[in-house]
Each structure stands twice: as structure tokens, then as C-alpha cells.
């Protein structure tokens, strides 16, 4: 295992400690969050306290399937990112992160389709995996008419990474699907819904995520559902077959409790014989790149360079 970033490692460090410090701060994530908790959550950016900016210029729409996206889409255009966000299945928003979107877009030369999936607790699994598989159906059939291009690429972050993975196996496994997907971009995502040792024996700290917030979202995302139902291959993909899928990049801090996860289906996806960039960032908790540090400018140029050239 490579560590990258270890330059940084104090200015990291140094953020994460206050982030634990204003923890207090913070709307509590419990196991049943108050309709007052889910709607302050949804409101404002995931990892923030203020609302997202939204950019004119981003157009939602509805495709086939009733499904709702985000579409992104600069003058020059070399290819389409499914775009799946993060937020425990739970918050985040096709429109959480405009900007940062955006600016991928005109970068990597892609248009850039963000989906609207449903959120738990109201629309538990598989709502969610429904929709992102109803997306890249779409995508498949008419990238090349609404955007001129049929190089696909997909990849999200935490729980975007796993509706990633999830997909393309449905993808492969439902609709005979393989090669429409040339990249998945995997930043930081749950892989194992049992819960791997890391997630187990990461605590209580009060960082982005931890060992209690994670039991938390998967309780909200597969209600009822024990230990033994959600090693499944369709909710954990680390217990997948991953032969047929595209090359991957898969990125993780070392102060995430998320990092067996992706250590773990690194292996797996070499064992597949499937290339794959295995990216740990020294001292980054879980989410990083939602905050102003040098490790997240350095991640979103690494995440840029592999779209534009996968």
C-alpha cells in the first residue's frame, strides 16, 4: 500500500482535530434523525452548514424512467461522467455541488450527469440503485445523440461509490451490459454493508464519519435488514463478481473507517484481472474533499486527469 500526500500530513491532521472540536456543533445523525434533522441535512451542502451554490447555467431534467439528473455540459465535450453523490443514501442532492461540477466539466472536457436518486429512509433499497441503473441505462442508449460522444465514464463518492459499483453490476448482470463504462472514479465509499474490521474498530470520533454513523445509514438504507442479508453481493459489492468491469480508480484516507473497504475491493477488482489506481491519502478522514485543504486540490487534479484520459 502506497501512502500519498504525507507532506501534508500536519495541515491535515491539524483540520481534522477541528473538525472534532466543533462536533458540538453539528445536527446529530441518529438512527431514526427527526423530519426537522433530515430537512436541515438536505438543505445545506453534505458536510456543511450553509446551502450549496447552484449555477444558472445547470440544467435539470427528467429522463427516461422518471428518474432526475443534473447535466453539466461546457462548449467542448470528449465524453459523459455519471455522476452519483455521496451522503449515506440519505442527504446530498444532483445539485449539492455545482461548482465543483462544473469546473470538472470544463477541466476533463465531460459532460457531467449528476443523478436525483431517492433518498432513505422514505425510499429505502433498492430505490436508490434503481435509479442510478435506470440513469446509465439511459446513458447507454443516447450519450451519443444528446452529447455526441458514447465515451462513458461513472464513479461518485462514499455512498456514490458504492451506487457506482452497484450499477455496473447490474448493468452487467440484468442487461448484459459490459465496455459501455471505460472508468469508475471511486472516492472513499462503503463496500461492505456488514461492516468491514476498519469500520468496526474505527470508534467514536467525531469525524465526518465513524463507527456509529455508519451502523446509523445502513439502518436507514436497508431497514430490517442483518449482517448476513447485507453481504448480498446487490447491497455490498465487495462480495461481487467483479469480472467484466471497467478499470478503476479507488481512493481512501487512512483516517477513514472506510479503509478496509477500499484496500479490500482493490484486491478484488486486481484479482478480476481488471486494472485498477489505488490512491491512500495520508491523515484524510472520510469525505476530504469537501473541505479546503491542499489533499483535496491535489485530489480533485488527480480525479480530473484520470476522466480525461480514462
Known sequence: MTITDEDCLAETL????????????????GQSPSAATLALLRRNRVG???????????QSRVVEGGVKVRTFVPDRVDGVYLHIHGGGWAFGSADG???RLWRLAVQARLAVVSVEYRLAPEHPFPAGPDDCEAA?????AHAA????????LIGGESAGAHLSVVTLLRLRDRHGITGAFRAANLLFGPYDLSMTPSQRSFGSRQLLSNTDSLRSTYELFTPGMGAEQRRDPQ???LFANLTGLPPARIVIGTEDPLLDDSLFLAGRWQAAGVPVQLGVVAGAMHGFTLFPLTISEREHRRERDFLATA
Not at 473538525?19 to 456543533?25: D, H, I, L, N, Q
Open 48 to 58: 456543511g452548514d450553509t446551502p450549496p451554490v447552484r449555477l444558472a447555467h445547470a
Open 235 to 237: 447491497v455490498s459489492p
Open 14 to 29: 491539524a483540520f481534522n482535530e477541528q473538525f472534532e472540536a466543533a462536533a458540538a456543533s453539528r445536527p446529530a445523525r
Open 97 to 99: 455541488q455545482d461548482e
Open 145 to 152: 445523440t444528446e452529447f455526441g460522444t458514447e465515451r462513458l
Open 136 to 140: 446509465a441505462r439511459w446513458l447507454v
